[in-house]
C-alpha cells in the first residue's frame, strides 16, 4: 500500500475513532475486512492514538483564537496525523507531511480546510 492510501485509510479509521471510540486494532480490522494490512497505516493509527494528548497539546499551542474542541472532526484529524508524522516520525521530511494534510483537507474538508491545516502545521514546524 502506498504512503498516501495508508494516509487517507488512517484517517478514516481515526476519524470514526474520534467518534466512536473504539480500540485501534478492531477499527483497523474492522476497515481493512479483506484488505492486508499496512506497516505504515497501522503506526499511523497506533500512534496518533496513543499520543493523542501530547499531540493535541502541541496543536492547541498553535491554534489562534481555537480551541482543539472547537475544531471540526475532519480537520482535527487530519492534524492528528500530521503532527504525529512531525513530532515522531524523522524519517518523513514536514513539507511531505504537510503537503499530504493539505491535500487530505482539501479532499474531505470544506473550501477553506487545507489552508487551514497548512497555516496551523506552518506554525508547528516553524
Not at 12 to 41: K, V
Not at 102 to 112: F, P
Request: net charge negative; charged share 30%; aromatic share 8%.
Amino acid at each position: 500500500m502506498k504512503r498516501h492510501t495508508a494516509r487517507e485509510k488512517a484517517f478514516q479509521i481515526l476519524f470514526q475513532l474520534d467518534i466512536n471510540d473504539n480500540e485501534p486494532q478492531q477499527a483497523i480490522e474492522a476497515f481493512l475486512e479483506t484488505e492486508e494490512s499496512d506497516d505504515f497505516l497501522k503506526k499511523l493509527v497506533e500512534g496518533v492514538t496513543e499520543q493523542k494528548v501530547k499531540i493535541d497539546a502541541i496543536i492547541s499551542e498553535n491554534l489562534e483564537n481555537w480551541t482543539i474542541n472547537r475544531v471540526a472532526s475532519v480537520e482535527r484529524t487530519i492534524l492528528r496525523i500530521a503532527t504525529f508524522e512531525i513530532t515522531f516520525m524523522d524519517d518523513i521530511p514536514n513539507n511531505v507531511s504537510i503537503n499530504e494534510a493539505v491535500e487530505l483537507g482539501n479532499t474531505y474538508g470544506d473550501d477553506k480546510s487545507g489552508k487551514f491545516v497548512n497555516g496551523v502545521l506552518s506554525k508547528i514546524v516553524a
